[in-house]
């Protein structure tokens, strides 16, 4: 839609992510819309990116922006569908797995994804689908800080003020996988972003999933995440203060 909505937000993960056309996002919308973690009176556009996860064959990561306004500008006028004297900021995101079968909630928990393994079914038979699940299960599986993400992304973590005020790029090596288990899971090397810090730590992937933390040592404290993100249930959204890094 020329001049309409757009993003504002950058997707969840990386990826080849594709925009739906306008006769497909209302079908999806509304059938999330069907989940009750919002209405679909609250999109008054069609706005998706999908995502395929080989991972998860024949589903769909989906992430589509919420409704949120604030007060106009004196020179600004107000979105069909808004009442008067309000601007659409289009500032959050909701994210959901979508497939024949139906769909997941992410809402941060590890229960979601081990579920939707158990029922579902996982392929994790090759290295490239290890890492790819690895990345969704950290950023998609929240602790009281938020979540456990990837940190290799210069552009993104940011560490502390050097000695000319400036903030420096956290720089991280990419998820490595180091061996695989008897068992058939594998083991894997990565730093880790949580609660302002960054972890060098091992993980070892299991074939069903399940995702467990070996061994872990801080290697940066006080660092800073751009943009800054806050989450409620499948809601991940911009926090009122992100100034740029300098």
Request: some cysteine; proline content about 9%; overall charge negative.
């Amino acid at each position: 839609m020329v001049g309409g909505p757009t993003f504002r937000i950058d997707p969840p993960i990386a990826g080849n992510w594709k925009n739906l056309g306008e006769r497909m996002a209302p079908l999806l919308l509304s059938r999330l819309a069907e989940t009750g973690y919002f209405a679909d009176s609250d999109y008054p556009y069609p706005l998706v990116r999908v995502l395929p996860l080989d991972f998860y064959p024949g589903w769909i990561l989906c992430d589509f922006p919420t409704k949120e306004t604030r007060p106009l500008a004196d020179d600004e006028k107000p979105a069909p569908g808004l009442s008067e004297g309000l601007i659409e900021t289009g500032r959050g995101c909701h994210s959901f797995l979508y497939g024949a079968d139906g769909f997941t909630a992410l809402d941060g928990s590890s229960a979601a994804i081990h579920r939707h393994n158990a029922v579902h079914g996982i392929d994790l038979s090759t290295p490239e689908n290890v890492i790819s699940y690895f990345r969704f299960f950290c950023f998609f599986v929240r602790g009281d800080a938020g979540p456990f993400e990837v940190a290799d992304n210069p552009t993104t973590f940011w560490l502390s003020a050097d000695a000319d005020g400036k903030r420096v790029p956290a720089l991280a090596e990419p998820p490595q996988l180091s061996a695989r288990t008897p068992e058939g899971g594998s083991s894997l090397v990565a730093t880790i972003f949580h609660a302002g810090q960054l972890f060098h730590s091992r993980f070892l992937v299991a074939p069903n999933g399940d995702v467990s933390m070996n061994d872990d040592d801080v290697v940066a404290a006080h660092v800073v995440r751009r943009p800054a993100l806050s989450f409620v249930n499948t809601l991940r959204f911009l926090q009122e203060a992100n100034i740029e890094p300098a």
